[in-house]
């Protein structure tokens, strides 16, 4: 099952969304978006405890994650 990080969930209004197949993933990809979509945000450790956090698994409503 996958795993998903919503832009929204860190506090930021965006309707961003990183997908992944782990936590390693879904930074790197937050990472990127952060560096071309907010610019002047710092990953900094609190901010990285904060995604962390707001990581979700995904499908858990849907499908258990067998559809996307
Ligand atoms: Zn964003």
């Known amino acids: 099952m996958g795993k998903v990080l919503k832009c929204r969930d860190v506090g930021v209004d965006c309707d961003f969304e990183a997908h992944g ?5 879904i930074l790197r990809k937050a990472a990127e978006h ?3 979509c907010h ?3 710092q990953l900094t ?4 405890a ?4 707001a990581i979700k698994d995904e499908g858990g409503s849907c499908c258990g994650g067998t559809c996307h």
């Open 45 to 48: 450790p609190a901010l990285q």
């Open 34 to 36: 952060a560096k071309g």
């Open 50 to 53: 904060k995604i962390r956090a």
């Open 21 to 25: 197949q782990d936590e390693a993933e």
């Open 39 to 41: 610019t002047g945000v």
